[in-house]
């Protein structure tokens, strides 16, 4: 994403195209305020890591997470047949589907945010181009 300061040959060609001053001041205004709306909206799709780093959310996050939910799944399969044989594993029946259904929740908010997030993106670049292209 390009901020408002650093910008292209192609737009500097579509600003100098505007007619009047006002009229140019008025592009360079709407295009300040897309690009502070975008940046806000922007915001709300972030995800923070332990560390505080903001980031945005990708697809293949959400494969990692739920892969790890069912390979985690798949060990809990063992566990159930050797309890079946006589083995007491009482508590980890319960923790290992939780943890797995938990990666798999998270890989699935992941991947739906990583969606939300692309439409958002295409919007805006949409409306910036549009008004680019207003003359």
């Known amino acids: 994403m390009k901020s ?3 910008r292209d ?3 500097e060609r579509a600003y100098e195209s505007v007619e009047t001053p006002i009229e140019r001041e008025s592009v360079f205004t709407r295009l ?4 502070s709306d975008w940046d806000i909206e922007r915001r709300q799709f972030l995800l923070s890591d332990r560390r ?3 980031r945005v959310p990708h697809h293949a996050m959400s494969v990692v997470w739920v892969t790890l939910g069912i390979a985690l799944a798949g060990l809990w399969v063992p566990l159930l047949i050797s309890a079946l044989s ?3 594993w009482h508590l980890l029946h319960i ?3 939780a943890i797995s259904a938990v990666f ?4 699935l908010y992941t991947f739906f945010l990583a ?3 692309q439409r958002a993106l295409e919007r805006y670049e949409l409306a910036r181009a549009n008004l680019l292209r207003k003359r």
């Open 32 to 35: 300040a305020q897309l690009d």
């Open 95 to 97: 923790i290992v589907p």
């Open 104 to 107: 798999i929740g998270n890989g």
């Open 4 to 6: 408002t300061i650093e």
């Open 52 to 54: 505080g780093y903001a």
């Open 86 to 88: 006589g083995r007491d």
């Open 9 to 11: 040959e192609s737009e």
């Open 115 to 117: 969606i939300r997030y």
